[in-house]
């Protein structure tokens, strides 16, 4: 039998720093509003293209495994805000990586892209169609984020991981997943402007207007991850008393500690890191991952459970068996170049690129407050 274990992992956080404080300058919102409603106090706003972000995040998860860019015969990129849509995003990591020749393609299910990679790349080497894959898991979502709407503005982050899967003999990586789609329920999270309905939306392409209904997408959350979790533990007849570890998507602190009660997962065994990077989308399990790792919080064959949500509204809960080794095989010394802006001129950056959009209203809060960024 051919199992497919994660052998290296990194991860790549732009520098600029977006606190609450920030927002405040700038939309009708409170660092205590953010913090006991979600739990996060800061995300990254990057200064950098999705295709770098994620290059200095594989680079270093390649390091990690020991591995050459050019051994990989499969890239899976995980992501909603690609570069381009043609050519896809994978192929443009698989030209930096000197991955010659591997399959390389793109996944969208927004939140949960990285998880769906997973399960993918594991496919494919369980049944023999390839050896080594790369997946990542990475989102530059602030320049489609509509930052006169604190209803989304204070909720999302930008950041990259990714992890190096290899075919193994022993039972490791990835033993079982539930994946799953509430579709009925699409139009709940919505963001206009980042697809080609675009045209007859009245939203041109880039400049985005959100549909963001979050009481009941908190639901929707808490419902999926939920049962995701109790099918992929039967799936392998446990029970959430073998988990030595909740990885889940971070969206708002009270959706993880619901998810995390409903499991019976006592909050100890819960990996949260919310509080400095937000919702960082197809990035967030993969970064949680990764510090899990660095701070010594996954010990040798632990036992990992992974829930995640996101637009679709696609849900799902990946259980991960982690190999003998926690540590790293080695470190890359890839880097982002330095930012010389802050987080509050990179997302004016972010407006300004944008020019005149259809609706943008002078007299309309940001507009007033930003100049003062
Ligand atoms: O990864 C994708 C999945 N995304 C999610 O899972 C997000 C799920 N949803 C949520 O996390 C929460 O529903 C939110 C954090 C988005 C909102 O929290 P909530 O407790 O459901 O607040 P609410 O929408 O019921 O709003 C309560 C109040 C409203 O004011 P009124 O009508 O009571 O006067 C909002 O207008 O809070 C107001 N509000 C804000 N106030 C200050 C909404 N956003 C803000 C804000 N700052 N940023």
Request: aromatic residues 6%; charged residues 20%.
């Amino acid at each position: 039998m051919t199992y497919a274990a994660i052998t290296g992992w990194g991860k790549c956080l732009p520098p600029a720093i977006l606190t609450n404080q920030d927002l405040s300058a700038i939309l009708d919102t409170s660092d205590e509003w953010i913090v006991s409603r979600t739990g996060i106090r800061e995300r990254r706003i990057s200064h950098v293209s999705l295709t770098d972000l994620a290059e200095v995040a594989a680079r270093r998860a390649l390091a990690a495994a020991g591995m050459e860019g050019g051994a990989l015969d499969l890239v899976v990129f995980g992501t909603c805000s690609h570069d381009d849509q043609v050519p896809n995003t994978a192929s443009g990591l698989q030209a930096r990586l000197g991955a010659v020749g591997a399959a390389a393609y793109d996944i969208n299910t927004a939140c949960t892209s990285f998880l769906y990679g997973l399960s993918t790349a594991t496919a494919l080497i369980r049944t023999g169609v390839v050896r080594n894959a790369l997946v990542v898991g990475a989102e530059v979502i602030s320049p489609f984020m509509d930052w006169s709407n604190r209803d989304v503005a204070v909720l999302f982050g930008d950041g990259a991981a990714a992890v190096v899967l290899q075919a193994s003999e022993r039972e490791e990586g990835l033993l079982a997943e539930k994946l799953g789609c509430y579709g009925d329920a699409r139009e709940i999270l919505r963001v206009d402007g980042m697809g080609c309905t675009y045209a007859n939306r009245g939203v041109p392409y880039g400049i985005t207007r959100w549909q963001f209904e979050g009481q009941e997408i908190f639901r929707r959350a808490v419902a999926g991850m939920s049962s995701a979790c109790e099918e992929a533990l039967a799936r392998c007849g446990l029970t959430a008393a073998a988990i030595d570890l909740l990885v889940p998507h971070q969206a708002n602190l009270r959706i993880i500690d619901a998810v995390a009660r409903r499991a019976h997962v006592p909050a100890e065994r819960v990996y949260v890191n919310i509080e400095r990077y937000g919702n960082m989308s197809a990035a967030t399990v993969a970064v949680a991952l990764c510090e899990a790792l660095e701070e010594g919080r996954v010990r040798p064959g632990a036992l990992l459970l992974l829930p995640g949500f996101g637009g679709g509204l696609t849900w799902c809960a990946h259980l991960v068996r982690w190999g003998e080794r926690v540590q790293p095989l080695g470190v890359s010394d890839a880097a982002l170049p330095p930012c010389e802006r802050t987080a509050l001129q990179l997302i004016r950056d972010c407006r300004d690129r944008k020019g005149t959009a259809p609706g943008r209203d002078p007299r309309d809060p940001w507009e007033r407050r930003s100049a003062i960024v």
